[in-house]
């Protein structure tokens, strides 16, 4: 017969497996983070580096979206 306290116990270990699992799932995704922010901080920076007008959504000519794409090799996930 399963006991309360053993009860408790399975309990607490499906809830350290799933945050364990979650944990892991992060760590996989950090690195795709980090080129994110490393491609939106170049693009920061070539902004601020521009004569680009207020309001505006070209770089040189060029869509910032076309930035991204180029320097990231794909457009980043929303």
């Known amino acids: 017969m399963i006991t309360t306290l053993g009860c ?5 270990i499906i809830i350290v497996q799933a945050k364990d699992g979650a944990l892991v799932h ?17 693009l920061a920076e070539e902004i601020a580096k521009s004569d680009i007008p207020v309001g505006s959504r070209r770089i040189n ?13 794909g457009p980043i996930p929303y």
Do not use: A, C, T
């Not at 408790?8 to 607490?12: E, G, V």
């Open 61 to 73: 000519g060029r869509y910032i979206q076309s930035h991204l794409f180029s320097d990231h090799q």
């Open 26 to 42: 992060f760590k996989s995704e950090f690195p795709v983070i980090e080129l994110e922010i490393q491609v939106l901080v170049k």
């Open 8 to 12: 408790l116990i399975m309990y607490l």
